[in-house]
């Protein structure tokens, strides 16, 4: 019969030739395929495995095992790439302010000035305590994949425009702003990303520099993250209405994508859904007009769009909440 220190060499010798195979099970099934006459079966090759990395406790931890583990464990480093982090997709969570005013879609420089202060006289007379700027605050058309006419405001000049108007927001309602990405902010950071990515990393290169959001203390939402207000979900809405739902109610394809009550911009039409689902709870879902052009030129004939914001206040601690969803026609809040 072979000595359990033979087979714990039979095993060390396979592990160190097989250093990417790391289960325990996986590697018992290959050494009893192997060794047929050496192993009774997975299970006791599994224990000699166990026996040689020493997981069979500190009574069983020789101190041959020890320098055999060091180097299994230092091949392993090498071929196993490690594990990048992964970006935080966790939803940010917005402070019980009593009053939120949210707004999204401005697209600088395409903005429609009068519109926004429209937008910002209302929560201030309505007692906001925070902004909410859910996504696409710039445009960045000049950098798209689309089609642009090169007199258009360069990227220099659009940031020039949104740091004034940044500076504006803060001086006028003097609250607290919140900054989501949208998919048209997200555009400066592929641009780079994509053309010279040999400058990606460099100070000043993103978005959130360029606004200095961190001088100004606004905190930076990703795109990649959704915002939570009390039992309210909020975001820019690039990452949920998709393909046919956008076209027919933006809200309804809201509440069939997330199941959960959720405020979008993104699509510049104002919409709302209501609807219990099985155990009786409602849920609420809702879009939000713009703060720019209603005529866009790629649509501008048969555009569906609407200027508008939100009012969003909280009721109570459950995280009960009421969304005035308003539009803007006219010029007048309606």
Request: glycine share 8%; aromatic share 8%; hydrophobic share 40%.
């Amino acid at each position: 019969m072979r000595s359990k220190n033979t087979l714990i060499a039979v095993v060390e010798e396979f592990m160190l030739a097989n250093p990417h195979v790391t289960q325990n099970r996986t590697i018992a099934k290959l050494l009893v395929g192997k060794y047929p006459m050496l192993f009774k079966g997975i299970e006791h090759a599994r224990e000699v495995v166990r026996f040689a990395i020493g997981k069979r406790g500190s009574a069983y931890t020789t101190i041959y095992t020890k320098p055999f583990v060091e180097k299994l464990e230092a091949m392993r480093a090498n071929i196993i790439p490690q594990l990048a982090e992964l970006p935080d997709t966790s939803p940010f969570v917005i402070p019980n302010y009593e009053k939120i005013l949210v707004i999204s879609d401005l697209h600088i420089p395409l903005t429609d000035m009068n519109a926004l202060m429209l937008a910002l006289e209302y929560g201030y007379n309505k007692g906001a305590e925070a902004i909410v700027i859910n996504g696409d605050f710039m445009d960045f058309t000049t950098i798209s994949r689309f089609i642009h006419i090169p007199t258009e405001m360069t990227v220099k000049e659009s940031l020039e425009v949104a740091n004034n108007i940044l500076d504006e927001m803060q001086k006028l309602l003097e609250i607290p702003i919140i900054y989501h990405y949208g998919n048209h902010c997200e555009r400066l950071d592929t641009h780079v990303l994509m053309k010279s990515p040999e400058l990606w990393g460099m100070a000043g290169m993103t978005l959130q520099e360029q606004l200095k959001l961190k001088e100004r203390g606004i905190p930076h939402v990703s795109g990649i993250r959704h915002m939570k207000y009390g039992g309210l979900n909020i975001a820019h809405g690039h990452n949920i209405v998709k393909g046919v739902f956008a076209p027919v109610n933006p809200a309804r394809g809201v509440f069939t994508k997330t199941g959960v009550s959720t405020l979008i911009g993104h699509c510049h039409r104002t919409s709302e859904h209501i609807e219990p689902n099985m155990n009786g709870k409602v849920i609420g879902c809702f879009s939000t007009g713009c703060i720019t052009s209603v005529n866009p030129v790629y649509n501008a004939q048969v555009s569906k769009h609407n200027q508008g914001f939100a009012m969003v206040e909280l009721l109570d601690d459950e995280g009960d909440f009421i969304v005035d969803n308003r539009k803007i026609i006219d010029y007048k809040v309606r």
